[in-house]
């Protein structure tokens, strides 16, 4: 059986098989690693060529990391979003085009998913303490109503074509929900730069699949069984020309008085998910926006996803908590799109 490597983060299991060696002599596979946006970053990558530089090929994509990080990271002041965060005004605010290029997919997302992906949820996240550490007491109905109105994005900012402007003065914005994915899908694009088409690239457990993998299959990707004691494989997919994201309930959460409350918040109630999904999948023609969409997903549940994502193309696969089962089993679910694209 091939070799199997595993990255994990949030609910997913990575297994690209065969990264040491590749079949035949014709090409040469680059396992480069690191650390970038508070997580690591791994990349697959195939020189076909056999004429690319390794150490020019880890140089260009460390300054795509790098320069994604100080565009977007929420962990430096420098940074161009923190700069912002950090204007306590209404004035429009010229951004770069990446970045603008971000804001723009996250706010199609707010709008197609009813509001469920949100990048203002900071005020939320901080009042149940899942933005600190240190246990908080339990917040109550009027401070979770008095966040609310803190959040949303067509309640507290405004997203140009080149521009970001504040419609509430202290109004923040957290890229974490689609940075990443972001910064994969840059990655990518630094590796087509030197002419390779055949790569994987994960940051954080977001990922972009191009091409085939060393034994010329679509790249096998592994969906983590959702269970906080469990690292055993629910389903895998064969993906390539395709992000993949997933978000799931059970590894961030905490309880009181008999009750789990999970870190995922729905931005329509302020409150911590209660349904039974567990962990939502997503397939998308970039990483980016199949953070975005895994995220929104997850909140939505099960039964109002897959009504979204009908109307949206979306491709997800929902893993749910199986009720009727006497220990903890789980189910599954996925959208037409999810099919079409794993058939």
């Not at 790569?199 to 679509?218: H, K, M, Q, T």
């Amino acid at each position: 059986m091939p070799d199997m490597i595993k990255f994990s983060r949030r609910s997913i299991l990575f297994m690209p098989l065969a990264l040491a060696a590749c079949k035949g002599s014709a090409a040469r596979v680059f396992n480069l690693s690191g650390l970038t946006m508070g997580t690591t970053y791994n990349v697959v990558a195939i020189d076909g060529s056999k004429s690319v530089n390794e150490a020019d090929v880890k140089a260009a994509i460390t300054g795509a990391l790098a320069e994604v990080n100080q565009q977007m990271s929420n962990w430096d002041p420098k940074s161009e979003i923190s700069r912002f965060n950090a204007a306590a005004n209404t004035a429009p605010v010229q951004v770069s085009p990446e970045l603008a290029h971000v804001m723009k997919a996250a706010d199609t997302v707010y709008t197609a998913s009813e509001g469920r992906f949100d990048t203002t949820m900071g005020p939320l996240i901080e009042l149940w303490g899942f933005g600190a550490p240190g246990k908080r007491p339990m917040p109550q109905q009027a401070e979770i109503d008095n966040a609310l109105a803190a959040v949303g994005h067509h309640n507290t900012i405004s997203v140009g074509a080149d521009a970001l402007q504040k419609k509430q003065s202290d109004a923040q914005v957290y890229l974490a929900a689609i940075g990443k994915g972001y910064g994969a899908d840059r990655v990518g694009q630094a590796l087509e730069s030197f002419g390779i088409t055949d790569y994987l690239v994960e940051i954080g457990g977001d990922l972009y699949a191009s091409g085939r993998n060393p034994d010329g299959l679509p790249w096998q990707i592994g969906i983590e069984t959702p269970a906080s004691l469990n690292n055993g494989v629910f389903d895998v997919v064969g993906i390539s020309g395709l992000g993949l994201a997933s978000s799931g309930d059970y590894r961030n959460y905490f309880e009181q008085d008999g009750q789990r409350y999970s870190h995922v918040i729905d931005p329509a109630t302020g409150q911590p998910i209660t349904h039974r999904t567990a962990s939502a999948t997503v397939l998308a023609e970039n990483s980016m926006m199949a953070d975005a969409w895994a995220t929104a997903m997850l909140i939505l549940g099960r039964e109002r996803g897959l009504e979204i994502a009908a109307q949206h193309d979306v491709a997800v696969l929902f893993v749910e908590r199986d009720t009727e089962a006497s220990s903890l089993q789980f189910k599954s679910s996925a959208s037409d799109a999810f099919t079409r694209l794993t058939a």
